[in-house]
């Protein structure tokens, strides 16, 4: 039982590492996708670190919930 109860554990981790692995990915190809978006939009480095920044604010915001 015990040794059955530490594979399941080690187990565990190693999904939840490639789940935290993923979520990382796909965070990075939104925020690329949200990069290229704006400057295709034509805005300004100004207007576009305005923009970054309202993301974030709305992101940390959503996440101190």
Excluded at 1 to 15: F, P, S
Aim: hydrophobic content about 50%; proline content about 0%.
């Amino acid at each position: 039982d015990r040794l059955a109860a530490l594979i399941t554990a080690a187990l565990k981790l190693g999904l939840d590492e490639r789940r935290v692995r993923l979520a990382e990915n796909e965070a990075q190809q939104l925020v690329g996708a949200v990069i290229g978006a704006l400057v295709e939009a034509g805005l300004t480095g100004e207007q576009q670190e305005a923009v970054r920044r309202g993301i974030a604010t709305r992101l940390r915001a959503r996440h101190a919930r």
